[in-house]
């Protein structure tokens, strides 16, 4: 973003530490040393433990006040007193604007965007647990009052993986950044996580190694006891007081000695390393979740409540189109649901070495185009050495479908898909194919309910 108006995107970001920091853009790319924020009155500006940062006007005064998010705490703003090239900001922070009964906005960041597209932009909110909720914005877009959280994706809770492996569901630490990813006109949301992979280190230790890692763990144990822990409270009572009155050279001096306290212990734990058989990798994945329009969550739903169009013993195939009728240029979709027996696993629609993909080819009438088919993200299950993207439970694909505008009404039109799938268990694979049909009238006024699809 351009923090003082000069024309050249710089980037602001908070850190572990409730420090902040300016990267003054110097064009082309390029970017200055970082810059600690401070207050107007020169003390570095607190935005709360791994903060993050976003700036907007909050205050309709025609210039950038800084929001900031944490990991521990709720969010928080400090007004620009300065002008929109210069900015100054206020010590004091202030909570973010609610309406009544609405209680305060806590998470680990907070991004402002249109995201329900009334051209107002909201908050979206990451948390520490992986949840992320929206709070829309009531006021406007330049002073916002944002409503009580509404939650667009629940915490997965938590999912321990060997290293080496995909996870099935996002971890903790949640980061998000609001973009339209698939370019279909809504904005979806991109997660940052935070997922701890196991490994094993070594054998199982012998009876003297176990002896002897007993020893340095009640070294270790003596050196920190209850005065250890007392004296690093104490410091860090005094780091954060140094640091809240700018005193930079006291925090020096207080970090030199609390990094003096560690190195015994860190000592102590670099004799017991070799001694571990399991070890922890800290690793980021990014995850897509697409913001589906309101009729594919009518359709989605509708679609599990008609007669099957085919059944086996471990699938069955439903189909429901949007429209009965449909006017000249307008789009619409039809739906494909697998419902998939417990225990069974049927694959995803890219091809693959190890797998055959489920398919659903359509036959369209002159006149009709495949806008898109989407298909939800399916689970990357590592099968050797090939990662097979798999579907359990139920699944369902939408294709859009767009008429000619030059087609003629009082038509009708008949569209046909064949679909196929490979339903799995353990080293038992079967196949299984349909053909479904239906027809849509073409009317000048667009149509009304939805229709189930005949399987031929």
Known sequence: MDFDADGIDDVITGSIYEDMYLFRGLGKGTFAKAQLLKDKDGKPLEGGYCCTTEMFDMDADGDLDLACASRI???????????????????????????????????????????????????????????????RNLGQDNKPTFSAAQQLIKAPGFER??????????????????????????????????????????????????????????????????????????????????????NLKEVEAIKAKQAAMRRPADKLYSKLRPFRTTGYKSHGWVWFYRQTPARDVALTEKVLSVEPAATTEEVTLRSLASHTSVSPGQEFQVAVSFQIANGWHIYGPEKGQSYIPTTIQW?????????????????????????????????????????SKDIKPSSQLTLAGNVRWQVCRELLCKLGESRIMTSVAVSRPAAGKSTSVDSR
């Open 161 to 246: 993986i060997k290293e080496g492996e995909v996870p099935r569901v996002h971890g903790s630490r949640a980061k998000v950044t609001i973009v339209d990813y698939d370019q279909d006109g809504l904005l979806d949301i991109l997660l940052g996580d935070f997922t701890s992979c196991t490994y094993s280190t070594r054998a199982p230790l012998t009876k003297k190694e176990t002896k002897e890692k007993k020893a340095l763990e009640n070294e270790l144990d003596q050196l920190q006891n209850q005065a250890y822990y007392d004296e690093i409270n104490r410091l860090n009572k005094l780091y954060w007081a140094a640091k809240k009155a700018g």
């Open 73 to 135: 705490g709720t969010a928080k703003w400090f007004r620009n007193v300065g002008t929109r090239s210069s900015p100054e900001f206020d010590p004091v922070s202030r909570p973010l604007p609610m309406e009544k009964g609405a209680g305060s906005i806590a998470g680990s960041n907070a991004t402002y965007a249109d995201w329900d597209g009334d051209g107002i932009r909201d908050l979206v909110v990451g948390s520490e647990w992986g949840q992320v909720v929206w709070h």
């Open 363 to 403: 036959e369209l009438p002159e006149g009709m185009t495949i806008k898109n088919i989407h298909w939800p993200q399916p689970f990357p299950v590592r099968q050797g050495k090939a990662i097979q993207p798999t579907y359990k439970k139920t699944v369902t694909a939408l294709a859009t479908i767009v008429v």
